[in-house]
């Protein structure tokens, strides 16, 4: 069979807490697309090297899913179904697409587009695009200052949280475990870091690889502000149907409603910013600044 996701992946990736999770429901909701929320093959690309490995387990453990009905179907989860396509669609493809080929066929037949939301993959956006040919990208970028304080209340960037066998993608240290992506003058300072210098860290990283990526590939990728996301939904909806050959669905216009530019207030962030230690103090700050944030 033909690499079915050539020319037709989408990836949207950001900081966690960037607001990915309603744009993912927002692109994936859209026909034709098939949505697949966090796929765990998205967090080892490196593991595979450079074969087609990935996008034949992607395509076959689940958007092939996707299409026949089989994903998730608790209506509390993000990945829920019925966030990304209607009911009678799904009970339709469930009683059509019983035969793997039968599915493959209505796949060939119509020009679906395979949408993935994968956080923080902007250190792996160029080794994506050689297991991944023809793949987009949409990197969506979040006040820094907003996003490391969401990542605290999580409970992100701890000793338990760094050190727990559920964080993908992390390289072994006796004390805490660093992720492989931040910068190589970090990793000596990782450790020893409180968890609000080291969420500030991250989120930098993982920015300045996206906007690198972006500037190097602009037509591989679209990058916009979450701020400006929120505050104009319609607008951005309609700029991604036109860049992605999509069309909103019910579905996709009833997440309008629900979008809005949340602020934890400068009380919250006050809390947690005098904890951001030096140099990565500097650093956060300067590039928050760049991007026009402040604080």
């Not at 999770?21 to 994936?28: A, E, F, P, Q, R």
């Not at 490995?53 to 209506?75: S, Y």
């Not at 697409?97 to 039968?102: H, Q, S």
């Not at 006050?270 to 600044?289: C, G």
């Amino acid at each position: 069979m033909k690499n079915i996701l050539k020319d037709s992946l989408i990836i949207i990736t950001g900081f966690g807490k960037s607001g990915t999770t309603i744009l993912g429901k927002v692109l994936g909701s859209m026909e034709p697309a098939i949505y697949c929320f966090e796929p765990p093959i998205m967090k080892y690309l490196r593991e595979f090297g450079m074969t087609d490995v990935p996008a034949k387990l992607l395509f076959e453990t689940h958007f092939l899913q996707e299409i026949q009905g089989r994903g998730n179907m608790n209506v509390f989860d993000d990945s829920y179904c019925g966030n990304y396509t209607s009911i009678g669609t799904l009970i339709k493809n469930q009683q059509a697409l019983r035969l793997r080929e039968d599915a493959i066929k209505l796949l060939n037949e119509k020009n679906y587009k395979y949408i993935v939301k994968s956080t923080e993959l902007q250190h792996h956006m160029e080794l994506a695009c050689f297991l991944f040919p023809g793949v987009r990208f949409v990197h969506i970028i979040r006040n820094g200052f907003n996003a490391v304080n969401s990542a605290i209340l999580r409970g992100w960037y701890t000793d338990n949280y760094c050190n727990s066998a559920i964080v993908e993608d992390m390289v072994s240290d006796l004390t805490c475990d660093i992720p492989g992506f931040i910068d190589l003058d970090c990793w000596g300072l990782w450790p020893e870091w409180n968890a609000e210098t080291r969420a500030a860290c991250a989120w930098r990283c993982s920015v300045v690889d996206g906007v690198r990526f972006k500037n190097n590939y602009p037509d591989k990728c679209v990058q916009f502000k979450y701020e400006d996301f929120t505050a104009s939904p319609r607008k951005y909806t309609r700029y991604l149907e036109r860049e992605f050959d999509l069309s909103s669905t019910f579905l996709t216009n009833g997440y309008m409603g629900n979008i809005y530019n949340s602020s934890p207030g400068s009380k919250k962030i006050a809390a947690y910013i005098d904890k951001i230690v030096e140099p990565e103090r500097t650093k956060f700050f300067r590039l928050n600044e760049k991007l026009g944030y402040v604080c």
